[in-house]
C-alpha cells in the first residue's frame, strides 16, 4: 500500500533516529508521537512517499536491526544520514518540506525554544555539572568505567579520553557520538544530570 515514510530526530533523544510509516495524514501521526512523554516535538530529516510502506518498513528493520534500542519502539541508534539513504532507494516522491512544516506546526513555540537552546547550549563540562577530577564514570553497556580527569576529558586504562571518543571505541564505532546518555555517575545517567545541571538556564 502506498504511504509515506519518515525519518525523524528530537533534540530530547540524542543519538537517535525515529523511522516511521503512515497511511493516512502526516499531521495526524506526528501530532500522535508528540505525547505528554516526550519533551520536544520531532523534526523531520527526510520523508518520501513509497509504492508499498509494509515492505519498506521490513527493509529498514532488516538493514538495522542491531541497532534498534526496542523491538516495539522503532528509534535506532543510527545517523539520520543512514536511514536516509536506504529510503531514497525506495522513494517516489520527496515530500521532506511538508513534512517538516507539519513537524513545526505541531507544537511552535516549543520548536522554536528548542532551536535557540540547541544554538546557545553550553559545552558540556564535568566540573561545571558539579563531578571532580576522580569521579568515576560507568558504562550502562557493560562493567567498563572510566575517572574524571579534567572538566571535558576522562581517564580510561591510563589514557586521556574525550567522553563522545571512548564511546565509540567501547561500542566500536566511528563519526559523531554524544557519549554522555551511554554513562553514569553515582547512578544517575549523564545527561541528565546535564539537563538538570542547565534545567533554569535563560539566554542574554
Wanted: proline content about 4%.
Amino acid at each position: 500500500m502506498e504511504g509515506t515514510v519518515y525519518v525523524l530526530t528530537n533534540q530530547a533523544m540524542k543519538g537517535l533516529v525515529k523511522i516511521g510509516k503512515t497511511t493516512r495524514d502526516v499531521s495526524l501521526r506526528l501530532a500522535d508521537l508528540y505525547t505528554t512523554g516526550v519533551p520536544l516535538p520531532f523534526d523531520c530529516v527526510y520523508a518520501a512517499k513509497v509504492k508499498d510502506v509494509d515492505e519498506t518498513e521490513k527493509a529498514f528493520h532488516e538493514a538495522f536491526e542491531p541497532s534498534r534500542i526496542n523491538t516495539k519502539r522503532e528509534f535506532f541508534e543510527i545517523k539520520p544520514s543512514q536511514a536516509i539513504a536506504v529510503l531514497k532507494l525506495m522513494a517516489i516522491e520527496d515530500v521532506t518540506p511538508s513534512v517538516q512544516k507539519e513537524a513545526i506546526n505541531v507544537d511552535p513555540e516549543a520548536t522554536v525554544s528548542s532551536e535557540l537552546k540547541r544554538q546557545r547550549r553550553p559545552t558540556f563540562n564535568f566540573f561545571m555539572m558539579g563531578l571532580k577530577e576522580g569521579d568515576v564514570l560507568k558504562f550502562n553497556r557493560n562493567d567498563e568505567t572510566c575517572t574524571v580527569l579534567t572538566g571535558r576529558q576522562v581517564s580510561y586504562k591510563g589514557e586521556a579520553w574525550f567522553l563522545s571518543n571512548l564511546t565509540n571505541k567501547l561500542l566500536d564505532r566511528t563519526g559523531p557520538m554524544h557519549g554522555a546518555p551511554y554513562w553514569s555517575f553515582d547512578g544517575r545517567n549523564l545527561n541528565d544530570i546535564y539537563n538538570e545541571t542547565y534545567k533554569d538556564y535563560t539566554f542574554e
